[in-house]
């Protein structure tokens, strides 16, 4: 297989510019620097244009609870249309919210029905994040404009903690005031938006996925980068130097060559899951156990990304153990050349680790591709060895 280059940047990060698109949908004028053509972002952008009371989401969960929650917030009657595999994850904190709101919501085959007269804000809002932190990170980019102060109070049990600081931190950026409370936040009522522009970084998930391929087989150079990113995924770059994978970042440049080096590695990943599927499959190489743990949340994702990595990992004949949120891998230094079809079920991050498996040596051929362009249609042509 021909080694792998890549020099320069990725599109902008999904996460950061829905975010970004939730504020601008709020503030017209705010201007957002950065560009992604993943089909998340699409359906957002499209959804925030339309004139009438319909939207279609696609399969975003992002998409989708970030723009109920907004549209919670204005008089109406508005039906959200999507996936019958969105609907299938978790609502239940979101039907909490709206109750909280004095929002109706109801639910018609794969669509969600609002009828809202506005928010109706009590003292205190109560949180749902053992599943997503998403809830969260929606609810707080509306906040604006309230004609009174009011308490966010989280769940005991937290998970992606890394997102919703992701949120804070953006939302802070543009002049939006909170302080962190014991339990959760404090929210200042009256707010304006105090920025005329928003700059969305490069997608750093994005970024991890060709940082793979370069430590299998090559090299890439990703500018800028800045490890003060406010994406949680940014951890990848520790991982790898754990590893043993050659990590250079110098004057805004990460530059990561082969490995002929592979460490064991036991990390947690609570605060980005993410990284999951890509990095099992980076793991099974490692000489020795590795482990992670702490993603319960796993399970709640465009699929129970637990079950089809074990699944894949099965089919590249790799030991392994599936944990209570998590995964203990037995790293191996050969691999058959058996093919084998694997069906990353809609899951776009299973299609990534797959595509790093096949530029292991595995012969593979991923039966629906396409998946990828939820977060990175370019990806095919970027690794330019196909998926076939």
């Known amino acids: 297989m021909k080694s792998f280059s890549f020099k320069g940047s990725v599109e902008a990060s999904k996460s950061l510019m829905n975010r970004a698109l939730i504020l601008q949908a709020q503030y017209p004028q705010l201007e957002i620097e950065g560009q992604s053509s993943s089909d998340d972002v699409l359906h957002l952008q499209k959804a925030l244009q339309t004139t009438g009371s319909e939207f279609f989401v696609g399969e975003?969960?992002?998409?989708?609870?970030?723009?109920?929650?907004?549209l919670s917030k204005r008089p109406g009657i508005w039906?959200?249309?999507?996936?019958?595999?969105?609907?299938?994850?978790?609502?239940?904190?979101?039907?909490?919210?709206?109750?909280?709101l004095n929002v109706s919501a109801?639910?018609?085959?794969?669509?969600?029905?609002?009828?809202s007269?506005?928010?109706?804000l009590p003292d205190q809002i109560t949180i749902d994040l053992s599943k997503s932190s998403q809830f969260a990170s929606g609810f707080l980019l509306c906040c604006w404009d309230m004609e009174k102060p009011i308490q966010i109070q989280f769940s005991e049990n937290r998970v992606s903690d890394g997102y919703l600081e992701m949120t804070l931190q953006l939302l802070s950026s543009v002049g939006f005031e909170y302080k962190k409370t014991e339990s959760g936040i404090s929210v200042s009522k009256l707010q304006k938006l105090k920025a005329s522009k928003v700059t969305v970084e490069q997608d750093i998930s994005s970024a991890f996925a060709v940082a793979a391929l370069a430590a299998i087989r090559g090299s890439c150079d990703l500018y800028p980068f800045?490890?003060?990113?406010?994406?949680?995924?940014?951890?990848?770059?520790?991982?790898?130097?754990?590893?043993?994978?050659?990590t250079d970042l110098v004057n805004g440049h990460l530059k990561i060559s082969r490995s002929s080096q592979w460490n064991p590695v036991k990390v947690s990943l609570n605060n980005c899951p993410d990284l999951f599927p890509v990095l099992c499959v980076l793991l099974s190489?490692?000489?020795?156990?590795?482990?992670?743990?702490?993603?319960?949340?796993?399970?709640?994702?465009?699929?129970?990304?637990?079950?089809?990595?074990?699944?894949?990992?099965?089919?590249?004949?790799?030991?392994?153990?599936v944990l209570e949120g998590g995964i203990r891998i037995t790293g191996k230094k050969y691999h058959h050349h058996q093919f084998f079809l694997y069906q990353p079920d809609h899951d776009h991050r299973l299609a990534f680790a797959a595509a790093v498996a096949k530029s292991m040596g595995y012969r593979l051929r991923i039966t629906n591709p396409e998946v990828v362009n939820k977060s990175f249609p370019g990806f095919w042509n970027l690794i330019s060895g196909g998926a076939g």
């Open 60 to 70: 975003g969960g992002t998409t989708f609870r970030f723009l109920a929650i907004m």
């Open 79 to 100: 039906k959200l249309r999507g996936s019958e595999r969105l609907f299938s994850r978790p609502l239940d904190p979101l039907l909490d919210l709206f109750r909280q």
């Open 106 to 115: 109801t639910f018609d085959q794969n669509s969600l029905n609002l009828h």
């Open 117 to 120: 007269s506005g928010w109706k």
């Open 226 to 246: 800045d490890l003060k990113s406010l994406q949680p995924d940014v951890a990848f770059v520790e991982i790898f130097k754990k590893i043993g994978i050659p």
């Open 285 to 321: 190489k490692c000489d020795g156990v590795s482990e992670i743990f702490d993603t319960p949340q796993l399970v709640y994702k465009e699929s129970n990304r637990l079950a089809k990595i074990s699944e894949l990992l099965s089919l590249m004949q790799v030991k392994h153990q």
